[in-house]
T-cell receptor, first 104, second 113 residues
């Protein structure tokens, strides 16, 4: 069993839909990262959070430390949101990623 | 300011050759990380520096892999006697300090033929 697991592995959506990607971890952490990786490989850090909720534009990340669970939400999804979304525990343990495709 | 840069962006090596991959972190960033990302997989941790000190090298897959950061800024990942299974994208990231957000470079795509 991976120490960081994401679901779903693949996700397709229509433009405008609300999207949720889930991450569960079994290791103790002080922070959890959400990363976005576009085709071609570039990785961008979206959020680093250790409690509660953070919001940036249409992206919202939440974490429940007791349940060892985090979610990434995308509101009003757009085709440019199509990417692989990766959660990573701060002990440098990565989930396998969620491949999101948003169709117009 | 400039982000994290890596060079070369692409490298093709024949099996058995040695390669050196360079990472220029963001100026002033104390922490530097190297990751390996095989095709279709998520990144996997290789090693971590705090300034010039290599604090964690538990992810290096074999003793053919060696990383250094002698002056606490630029880092080099060296792979000796490359094998086909070393083919991957090698990502470098830096952060202000260990507990801060990481900024990733574009990666070096290594293909071993």
């Amino acid at each position: 069993k991976n120490e960081v697991e994401q679901s779903p592995q693949n996700l397709t959506a229509q433009e405008g839909e609300f999207i949720t990607i889930n991450c569960s971890y079994s290791v103790g952490i002080s922070a959890l990262h959400w990363l976005q990786q576009h085709p071609g490989g570039g990785i961008v850090s979206l959020f680093m959070l250790s409690s509660g909720k953070k919001k940036h534009g249409r992206l919202i990340a939440t974490i429940n430390i007791q349940e060892k669970h985090s979610s990434l939400h995308i509101t009003a999804s757009h085709p440019r949101d199509s990417a692989v979304y990766i959660c990573a525990a701060d002990k440098l343990i990565f989930g396998t990623g969620t491949r999101l495709q948003v169709f117009p | 300011g400039a982000g994290v840069s890596q060079s070369p962006r692409y490298k093709v090596a024949k099996r058995g050759q040695d390669v050196a991959l360079r990472c220029d972190p963001i100026s002033g960033h104390v922490s530097l990380f190297w990751y390996q990302q095989a095709l279709g997989q998520g990144p996997e941790f290789l090693t971590y520096f705090q300034n010039e000190a290599q604090l964690d090298k538990s992810g290096l897959p074999s003793d053919r892999f060696f990383a250094e950061r002698p002056e606490g800024s630029v880092s080099t990942l060296k792979i000796q006697r490359t094998q086909q299974e070393d083919s991957a994208v090698y990502l470098c990231a830096s952060s202000y300090d260990r507990a801060y957000e990481q900024y990733f470079g574009p990666g070096t795509r290594l293909t071993v033929t």
